[in-house]
């Protein structure tokens, strides 16, 4: 297995490329099922999970074409895939495909809009918490359909065509909406959707569908509205760039100190993110197509964050907000409300000397000077990257170890950091 050495103290200073967004590239390669016409998706990162689904769509019969270098685009722009789903011949997504990435469920919402049945395993993916699928199988209810489990498969099926209904979900899901969006859009009547996930990812998901002559109002609001339409057509979309890409490198410059102009990318897709970065003590500056950030000499100031849906903190950058705190002076505060099992990344933490206690949901870091650096391996994508972070600020080497998980969220990881001076290499096995 591949392996990531860093050689820890390296201030940063250039410019990073940021991808398209791998968890808004993942519904609207999905979306890809719910018409026969092809759907051109730009900017798609190039990375594990998007092989992995590209996969799991083929096994269905739809086609893709991945579109080949242009003037002026390098091997880090992002690709454009076109996929056709004129000739679906498969309504089931097995477990060896599906058990690898748990987004790859959300097909059965698609398949069952458009075929009236799909058969999807049941989901694996990080192993951050227990992950239940029972509101995205609660909206398609809602919608009309009958839900079975049958052998570790979720069986879905639908006898006349969804109909739309009334979907309030008791908590706030990404997927669940994402699931509920893609059933309505084909089923007769209105479906509108109560508490809706409010994310970036989202909204563009929205953007696409609509494009593709769907009928939603509200997307980016917790209560969306659709008006069920009887087909779908084809067209263009551009993947909207990656923000916690964004604010993982934001956080490695504040952790090291330097100067990063991160380009290609929104300040307002991070919110509250950058408002608490700054409080840290890094300069943070949006930019025409991008955000600059700073930090110089002075160290980093301990703030206290809760995760919370967007616009809140997100979940997906606790990791690496933690590996920020190990350094700052006094005492932060992490609780994670999204996940119940998302502190995976802190007994590795502890092996390069930051002081971390746990108590529930809630994490208490004493701020150290220095951490030095240790062989580390972590199990989940984020929980990764806080180690690359980390290591980026310790003193002498760093070992990653399972680096299989950050290569499904972070495109070019190693060439990105490595013209910005951080001292980084991939070991291949
Ligand atoms: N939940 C349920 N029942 C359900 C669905 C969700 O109880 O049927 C719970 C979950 O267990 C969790 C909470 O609701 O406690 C929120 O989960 P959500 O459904 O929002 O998460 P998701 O859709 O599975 C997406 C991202 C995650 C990100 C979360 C939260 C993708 C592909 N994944 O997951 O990203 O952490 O939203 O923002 O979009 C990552 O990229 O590393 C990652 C894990």
Not at 25 to 39: C, K, R, V, Y
Not at 338 to 351: D, G, P, S, T
Not at 361 to 370: F, H, S, W
Request: hydrophobic fraction near 45%; aromatic fraction near 4%.
């Amino acid at each position: 297995m591949d392996r990531i050495h860093i050689v820890g103290g390296a201030k940063l200073h250039g410019v990073i490329p940021i991808s398209g967004a791998k968890n808004a590239a993942l519904p609207l390669m999905i979306a890809s099922l719910l018409t026969g016409e092809t759907l051109e998706l730009a900017n798609v990162p190039r990375l594990a999970d998007i092989t992995a689904l590209l996969r799991i769509l083929g096994n269905h019969g739809v086609d893709h074409m991945v579109v080949g270098k242009r003037p002026g685009q390098t091997t880090e722009t992002g690709q454009t895939i076109r996929l056709t789903a004129s000739n679906v011949i498969d309504t089931t997504a097995p477990y060896d495909l599906v058990s690898t990435m748990r987004a790859s469920f959300w097909v059965i919402a698609p398949l069952l809009a458009r075929f009236g049945e799909a058969r999807v395993s049941m989901p694996g993916g990080c192993a951050i918490g227990t992950r239940p699928v029972d509101l995205l199988l609660m909206a398609m209810e809602q919608l009309g359909a009958t839900i079975e489990i049958d052998g570790g498969y979720v069986v879905a099926r639908t006898k006349n065509g969804l109909r739309g209904g009334e979907i309030h979900f008791p908590k706030v899901t990404v997927g669940g909406t994402h699931v509920a969006l893609m059933a309505a859009v084909l089923a007769n009547g209105t479906t509108v959707i109560e508490n809706a996930a409010r994310e970036p990812e989202v909204v563009d998901l929205a953007a696409c569908l609509t494009k593709m002559g769907a009928r939603i109002q509200g997307a980016g609001t917790p209560r969306i509205v659709v008006e069920g339409v009887s087909r779908l057509n084809g067209t263009r979309h551009e993947v909207l760039p990656d923000r916690i890409e964004t604010g993982t490198y934001a956080m490695a410059v504040a952790m090291t100190g330097g100067d990063v102009t991160l380009e290609n990318t929104r300040a307002d897709l991070l919110h509250s993110a950058l408002d608490i970065l700054a409080t840290t003590g890094t300069e943070v500056t949006p930019t025409a197509d991008g955000i600059r950030v700073r930090r110089n000499g002075a160290g980093v100031a301990a703030v206290d964050v809760t995760t919370d849906p967007f616009p809140g903190f997100p979940t997906d950058l606790q990791a690496q907000f933690m590996a920020l705190m190990t350094r700052a002076r006094g005492q932060s505060h992490i609780r994670e409300t999204i996940f119940e099992n998302r502190f995976m990344h802190v007994q590795e933490l502890a092996r390069l000397g930051a002081r971390i206690r746990l108590e529930g949901d809630l994490a208490v870091v004493e701020g150290v000077d220095r951490l030095k650096g240790a062989p580390v391996m972590a199990t989940d994508l984020r929980a990764s990257v806080s180690l690359v972070i980390a290591g980026l600020a310790a003193e002498g080497e760093t070992i990653i170890n399972r680096v299989y998980h950050l290569d499904r969220g972070f495109e070019a990881l190693e060439a990105k950091l490595g013209r910005c001076g951080a001292e980084i290499r991939r070991e291949r096995a």
